[in-house]
């Protein structure tokens, strides 16, 4: 498997995960405002920053590592990711004006539109990432792409489901709440078997589906049993959640290695050269370390906290 | 509507919004720095809560900054796929370095905010924005690089390229080091810096004249003072390698050159054109100072000056960037004119800033800062028509013909329209609800 593949996914991985606990406590937040303000408050800017600057770090990544999709998806993709677009100003903007807010009627305004805008750019970007697997509601030859297909394909929908199950099952785990803790067990299950029933249905089209599926059914159940495990140790749980939750997310990803919309291209064929893809990755590793770092003194301090 | 006019109008826009919160972006975190430095060795708590006020206005810019930063990478992607083709395989390291340094300088806020009171260390708070500072000033430096590429395009085999359409002789490191890149950094940074300032400046001027209570006078003074000083010793670099662009751009892009300064045919003892509009083949309304142009460019009047007419038509830029060029170089040097009397008043100890004059023309300092920030912007990008990549890619190859985009693109307009009025409203709703006596009274 292709190097500078595997650098990009994981930089993927973790921009979906630190995204699904964003999506997770964007949902604690419509729906448990008490565990919300109780449990969550205090992280959710700092998440935030985390996720954006990921965000905009995987699209220069994506970039970097695919030039030759960029007029595919540029003319393919434009009109979903723009409105993802709109709506991500409208998170930002809800977001920093719930902080700025006194009265706890006006924060809880802005965030319930800032949880509303979260999860419509969490619907898209997955749409999206489905449509890029299975090609529905693009024609690759004439780089159109037609927007109801697009959002009505069912193994999206499939997909977007389980995410919203595995957000809110990570979200609570890594964030201890315990009014959630059970649930969160059952959230997760279903949101595997929703994710391998998504693969299923579609594995005609998913190039590796029929080996690959051992290797998820096997994570699946890897997760699970350490999961469940660890409901016992509770203070330890958030360490075993990061990992298992990002290889999960990396395991569905690499269903459709080599194949990208449906089979009609595939990731070697629209990735840089060589050339420039040995300092991509010289940067991207100094890069990392100093983010880890960064990271490890952010956590550190909010962990103190 | 056109679909590539309304690429470049939607990029257009999204960039000159982008930039004001890039500037104040930049200054902040210097402005909280020196804050946080007087704190330590004064001891005075009005410092602090300056410092504690920015950091929250920050907060605020960098949320809708790091939306409109997205969006901007949004679109360069989705308006101008071919560019980006080009610029993934060519000249990427600086948006990877980017992306990178971005993200230290979001975590480093996220530490400042949250953290300064818990703090131990006197110098930490200072330590930590100056963190941001130094982050914010490297993002600038890595997306003013990609804009000397295409200023200046280096990194591959551009004549093969020309031929072919194919890319070889790929060097991604050859961005770093492009013939305008050095100078357009220090320009740009120096420039972010002045008019970040400036326009921090004109509030906090303005907040001066218009506070009755002296403890509250005593603090936007002192506001006054950090970024007065941060302005004055901006503006020399600013007017300076000004000048040095000028002379890189008669060297590395002639047809811009010729079009900001109205050159309409190449000759020695060139004038200087001061204002002027070209229209059915003539140029009117501008004044002529005789042989200034030659003087200024080769020290002597003998040395021949490009002109538009040695280029063909189709490559001329719009020639009303003649009249943006008059207007940066006019605020420019009134700005380094009156910055510059402020300071010497200062020398002979007349406390100018402490006149309402002086108070009332660095409010107005604000507004000419920014129009002199967007019109110099606009001056370079518009300059560069019609190339993307100059003399490598037209604007027109680089752009996304797909009717699709306008609706999304039309959204996005209209609601900067609602978020950026919005989002000052609410900061000063915050600060009315927090009044600043009673901060500076607790010093909390």
């Given at each position: 498997?292709?190097?500078?593949?595997?650098?990009?996914?994981?930089?993927?991985?973790?921009?979906?995960?630190?995204?699904?606990?964003?999506?997770?406590?964007?949902?604690?937040?419509?729906?448990?405002?008490?565990?919300?303000?109780?449990?969550?408050?205090?992280?959710?800017?700092?998440?935030?920053?985390?996720?954006?600057?990921?965000?905009?770090?995987?699209?220069?990544?994506?970039?970097?590592?695919?030039?030759?999709?960029?007029?595919?998806?540029?003319?393919?993709?434009?009109?979903?990711?723009?409105?993802?677009?709109?709506?991500?100003?409208?998170?930002?903007?809800?977001?920093?004006?719930?902080?700025?807010?006194?009265?706890?009627?006006?924060?809880?305004?802005?965030?319930?539109?800032?949880?509303?805008?979260?999860?419509?750019?969490?619907?898209?970007v997955i749409m999206t990432l489905s449509s890029g697997v299975t090609g529905a509601g693009v024609n690759a030859h004439t780089s159109a792409l037609e927007i109801l297909p697009m959002f009505a394909q069912p193994f999206g929908i499939i997909m977007f489901i389980a995410a919203v199950l595995l957000a809110l099952s990570a979200t609570a785990l890594c964030f201890d709440i315990r009014r959630m803790r059970n649930a969160s067990l059952l959230f997760l299950l279903l949101s595997i078997v929703l994710a391998l029933l998504g693969s299923y249905m579609y594995t005609s089209i998913l190039a590796n589906a029929q080996?690959?599926?051992?290797?998820?059914?096997?994570?699946?159940?890897?997760?699970?049993?350490?999961?469940?495990?660890?409901?016992?140790?509770?203070?330890?749980?958030?360490?075993?959640?990061?990992?298992?939750?990002?290889?999960?997310?990396?395991?569905?990803?690499?269903?459709?290695?080599?194949?990208?919309?449906?089979?009609?291209?595939?990731?070697?064929?629209?990735?840089?050269?060589?050339?420039?893809?040995?300092?991509?990755?010289?940067?991207?590793?100094?890069?990392?370390?100093?983010l880890a770092l960064s990271m490890a003194i952010l956590f550190y301090l909010l962990r103190k906290r | 509507m056109d679909v590539v006019l309304f690429d470049r109008a939607l990029m257009g826009s999204s960039l000159a919004i982008h930039i004001l919160f890039v500037v104040l972006g930049l200054t902040l975190p210097l402005v909280i720095f020196f804050s946080e430095i007087a704190y330590v060795r004064t001891k005075n708590k009005q410092y602090i809560v300056l410092a504690r006020r920015l950091a929250t206005a920050f907060i605020l810019f960098f949320a809708i900054g790091t939306a409109s930063g997205t969006i901007?990478?949004?679109?360069?992607?989705?308006?101008?796929?071919?560019?980006?083709?080009?610029?993934?395989?060519?000249?990427?390291?600086?948006?990877?370095?980017?992306?990178?340094?971005?993200?230290?300088?979001?975590?480093?806020?996220?530490?400042?905010?949250?953290?300064?009171?818990?703090?131990?260390?006197?110098?930490?708070?200072?330590?930590?924005?100056?963190?941001?500072?130094?982050?914010?000033?490297?993002?600038?430096?890595?997306?003013?690089?990609?804009?000397?590429?295409?200023?200046?395009?280096?990194?591959?085999?551009?004549?093969?390229?020309?031929?072919?359409?194919?890319?070889?002789?790929?060097?991604?490191?050859?961005?770093?080091?492009?013939?305008?890149?050095?100078?357009?950094?220090?320009?740009?940074?120096?420039?972010?810096?002045?008019?970040?300032?400036?326009?921090?400046?004109?509030?906090?001027?303005?907040?001066?004249?218009?506070?009755?209570?002296?403890?509250?006078?005593?603090?936007?003074?002192?506001?006054?003072?950090?970024?007065?000083?941060?302005?004055?010793?901006?503006?020399?670099?600013?007017?300076?390698?000004?000048?040095?662009?000028?002379?890189?751009?008669?060297?590395?892009?002639?047809?811009?050159?010729?079009?900001?300064?109205?050159?309409?045919?190449?000759?020695?003892?060139?004038?200087?054109?001061?204002?002027?509009?070209?229209?059915?083949?003539?140029?009117?309304?501008?004044?002529?100072?005789?042989?200034?142009?030659?003087?200024?460019?080769?020290?002597?009047?003998?040395?021949?000056?490009?002109?538009?007419?040695?280029?063909?038509?189709?490559?001329?830029?719009?020639?009303?960037?003649?009249?943006?060029?008059?207007?940066?170089?006019?605020?420019?040097?009134?700005?380094?004119?009156?910055?510059?009397?402020?300071?010497?008043?200062?020398?002979?100890?007349?406390?100018?800033?402490?006149?309402?004059?002086?108070?009332?023309?660095?409010?107005?300092?604000?507004?000419?800062?920014?129009?002199?920030?967007?019109?110099?912007?606009?001056?370079?990008?518009?300059?560069?028509?019609?190339?993307?990549?100059?003399?490598?890619?037209?604007?027109?190859?680089?752009?996304?013909?797909?009717?699709?985009?306008?609706?999304?693109?039309?959204?996005?307009?209209?609601?900067?329209?609602?978020?950026?009025?919005?989002?000052?409203?609410?900061?000063?709703?915050?600060?009315?609800?927090?009044?600043?006596?009673?901060?500076?009274?607790?010093?909390?």
């Amino acid at each position: 498997m292709n190097y500078l593949y595997i650098q990009n996914y994981a930089i993927l991985a973790s921009f979906l995960f630190f995204f699904l606990l964003e999506v997770g406590i964007a949902l604690i937040a419509l729906f448990d405002f008490k565990s919300y303000s109780e449990k969550l408050k205090g992280y959710l800017l700092a998440l935030w920053e985390i996720d954006s600057t990921f965000a905009i770090f995987y699209i220069v990544n994506l970039e970097a590592t695919y030039p030759k999709a960029l007029t595919l998806i540029g003319t393919v993709y434009a009109v979903p990711l723009l409105a993802a677009g709109f709506f991500l100003i409208a998170r930002n903007a809800f977001l920093a004006y719930s902080e700025l807010s006194h009265m706890p009627k006006d924060e809880k305004g802005f965030l319930t539109l800032y949880s509303g805008s979260t999860l419509i750019i969490a619907f898209i970007v997955i749409m999206t990432l489905s449509s890029g697997v299975t090609g529905a509601g693009v024609n690759a030859h004439t780089s159109a792409l037609e927007i109801l297909p697009m959002f009505a394909q069912p193994f999206g929908i499939i997909m977007f489901i389980a995410a919203v199950l595995l957000a809110l099952s990570a979200t609570a785990l890594c964030f201890d709440i315990r009014r959630m803790r059970n649930a969160s067990l059952l959230f997760l299950l279903l949101s595997i078997v929703l994710a391998l029933l998504g693969s299923y249905m579609y594995t005609s089209i998913l190039a590796n589906a029929q080996h690959d599926l051992y290797a998820v059914v096997a994570a699946a159940i890897m997760v699970s049993i350490i999961y469940a495990s660890a409901l016992k140790l509770s203070g330890y749980v958030k360490y075993f959640v990061v990992p298992f939750f990002m290889a999960l997310i990396v395991l569905f990803g690499m269903l459709q290695y080599p194949y990208l919309l449906g089979g009609s291209a595939t990731y070697t064929g629209l990735m840089t050269g060589t050339a420039a893809g040995l300092e991509l990755v010289l940067f991207t590793t100094a890069g990392t370390i100093m983010l880890a770092l960064s990271m490890a003194i952010l956590f550190y301090l909010l962990r103190k906290r | 509507m056109d679909v590539v006019l309304f690429d470049r109008a939607l990029m257009g826009s999204s960039l000159a919004i982008h930039i004001l919160f890039v500037v104040l972006g930049l200054t902040l975190p210097l402005v909280i720095f020196f804050s946080e430095i007087a704190y330590v060795r004064t001891k005075n708590k009005q410092y602090i809560v300056l410092a504690r006020r920015l950091a929250t206005a920050f907060i605020l810019f960098f949320a809708i900054g790091t939306a409109s930063g997205t969006i901007v990478a949004l679109e360069l992607l989705f308006l101008w796929p071919e560019f980006m083709a080009l610029v993934s395989q060519v000249a990427i390291l600086p948006l990877v370095a980017e992306s990178f340094v971005f993200f230290i300088e979001a975590i480093f806020l996220s530490i400042y905010i949250y953290f300064r009171p818990k703090l131990r260390h006197p110098y930490s708070g200072a330590a930590t924005i100056l963190i941001v500072a130094i982050a914010g000033l490297l993002t600038a430096a890595f997306i003013t690089s990609i804009n000397a590429f295409m200023n200046t395009p280096v990194g591959f085999n551009i004549p093969a390229y020309l031929q072919s359409g194919t890319i070889t002789g790929v060097n991604p490191l050859a961005v770093f080091s492009s013939p305008s890149t050095r100078l357009e950094i220090i320009h740009v940074i120096f420039t972010s810096y002045l008019a970040g300032s400036l326009m921090l400046l004109a509030y906090f001027a303005y907040s001066t004249m218009r506070s009755r209570d002296p403890v509250a006078r005593s603090y936007y003074r002192k506001a006054v003072t950090i970024t007065f000083w941060i302005a004055a010793v901006a503006v020399p670099f600013v007017v300076l390698t000004g000048s040095l662009s000028i002379t890189q751009l008669y060297l590395q892009q002639p047809e811009k050159y010729a079009a900001i300064e109205m050159n309409l045919v190449s000759q020695s003892h060139a004038p200087e054109v001061i204002g002027g509009i070209y229209t059915g083949n003539t140029l009117k309304d501008y004044v002529l100072i005789p042989n200034m142009q030659s003087i200024l460019l080769f020290g002597s009047a003998n040395g021949t000056v490009p002109g538009l007419n040695q280029y063909p038509k189709s490559t001329w830029p719009p020639l009303f960037i003649h009249l943006l060029f008059d207007t940066v170089v006019f605020i420019g040097f009134a700005l380094g004119f009156f910055l510059l009397l402020v300071v010497l008043l200062m020398v002979f100890r007349k406390a100018p800033l402490q006149n309402k004059l002086v108070l009332w023309l660095l409010v107005l300092c604000g507004f000419a800062a920014v129009i002199a920030l967007e019109s110099g912007w606009i001056m370079d990008e518009v300059g560069r028509q019609p190339w993307i990549i100059y003399n490598v890619m037209p604007v027109v190859s680089a752009a996304n013909l797909s009717p699709g985009i306008l609706p999304a693109g039309i959204a996005i307009l209209s609601f900067y329209v609602i978020v950026c009025p919005l989002s000052l409203l609410l900061l000063k709703h915050y600060f009315n609800k927090r009044p600043l006596s009673a901060e500076l009274r607790s010093g909390k």
